[in-house]
């Protein structure tokens, strides 16, 4: 395995960023069928289907950028943990998803 130094940092986020919108993608194409099966309507369906792909490149993107900040600020990045990043994405993915919930709801009409 190579090393990474710290000005890798913009090359291995972008990476992993990719890495998470292909992931996401997938994610949507296995849900997809499902939110048919159960019947779920469209504004939820576009909803969970537009914040699946933003969520896991919000998550990629933060577990390779979170070490590269903790070391720049002269840290130990394995401060890092795993409660700690999934309690992030964990908050950011919640975020995330009201925030694309209501912008689609609107777009459908739907009054909350």
Known sequence: FAQVSQR???AVIAKECLTGLGA???TCAA???LLA???ISRHVSAAILVTLPILTVFASGLGAA???AVSALGADPTIIAAPAMTTLVDVGGLL???IIARLVFAAFGVKM
Do not use: H
Request: charged fraction near 10%; charge should be neutral.
């Open 8 to 10: 890798d940092w913009a």
């Open 66 to 68: 979170l070490p590269f």
């Open 37 to 39: 099966v159960m019947k």
């Open 24 to 26: 996401g993608t997938l």
């Open 31 to 33: 849900v997809l069928p």
């Open 96 to 98: 995330a998803y009201f």
